[in-house]
């Protein structure tokens, strides 16, 4: 059983982690041990390079939290050109995987209040009277209808960065 640590307390980051992981490596294959962790970087990063750095730097972190672990796992969601998406960043003791998610371009209105330095999820929270959306369904599954979520972006996003952990291809 592989030990997974995601660098986060979040509800819908471990959620994400959890699905991919089984569906690679199979269901009930892995037990995770969720750890709260600083990312160096501000509460809503700004810019690519911002929000990658946040994922390494968590993984940084986890693995100094729990160096015994197989597995340390970071989803660091950023805002650049506009649009919110996010950094997922794993590691094992040998290798990283890394993967963008898929990105949603933000209204005026909403982009307006995060670039004067407010994070996204409290401006979604306190427009849509959902608290703590960003713990839920965030800002996409708000703008999707519910068709994704912020959950089901960061599992694909999860996948994705698990590819050099399983695939041949990549050795």
Same mark, same amino acid.
């Given at each position: 059983?592989h030990?997974?640590?995601?660098?986060?307390?979040?509800? %819908?980051?471990i959620?994400?982690?959890l699905?991919?992981?089984e569906?690679?490596?199979?269901?009930?294959?892995?037990?995770?041990?969720?750890?709260?962790?600083?990312?160096?970087?501000p509460?809503?990063?700004?810019?690519?390079a911002?929000? /990658? #750095?946040?994922?390494?730097?968590?993984?940084?972190n986890?693995?100094?939290?729990?160096?015994?672990?197989?597995?340390w796992? %970071?989803?660091?969601?950023?805002?650049?050109?506009? #649009?919110?998406? #996010?950094?997922?960043?794993?590691?094992d003791?040998?290798?990283?995987?890394?993967?963008?998610?898929?990105?949603?371009?933000?209204?005026?209105?909403? /982009?307006?209040?995060?670039t004067?330095?407010?994070?996204?999820?409290?401006v979604?929270?306190a427009?849509?009277?959902?608290?703590?959306?960003?713990?839920?369904?965030g800002?996409?599954?708000?703008?999707?209808?519910?068709? /994704?979520?912020?959950?089901s972006?960061?599992?694909?996003?999860?996948?994705?960065? /698990?590819?050099p952990?399983?695939?041949?291809?990549?050795?």
């Amino acid at each position: 059983m592989h030990h997974v640590v995601p660098a986060t307390k979040n509800p %819908a980051k471990i959620q994400a982690i959890l699905q991919a992981f089984e569906a690679i490596f199979g269901e009930g294959s892995c037990h995770i041990d969720a750890v709260d962790v600083e990312s160096g970087v501000p509460e809503q990063p700004m810019g690519d390079a911002q929000t /990658l #750095s946040g994922a390494r730097q968590r993984v940084v972190n986890a693995r100094q939290a729990r160096p015994e672990a197989d597995f340390w796992v %970071a989803i660091e969601a950023g805002i650049d050109q506009g #649009s919110t998406y #996010s950094w997922v960043v794993i590691e094992d003791a040998h290798q990283r995987g890394e993967a963008r998610s898929a990105t949603m371009p933000l209204p005026e209105k909403i /982009l307006a209040q995060v670039t004067a330095g407010q994070p996204l999820g409290p401006v979604m929270s306190a427009l849509t009277g959902i608290e703590q959306i960003g713990r839920k369904e965030g800002a996409i599954g708000v703008f999707t209808a519910g068709a /994704l979520t912020r959950g089901s972006v960061y599992y694909q996003a999860v996948v994705l960065a /698990l590819c050099p952990f399983h695939n041949v291809l990549y050795r």
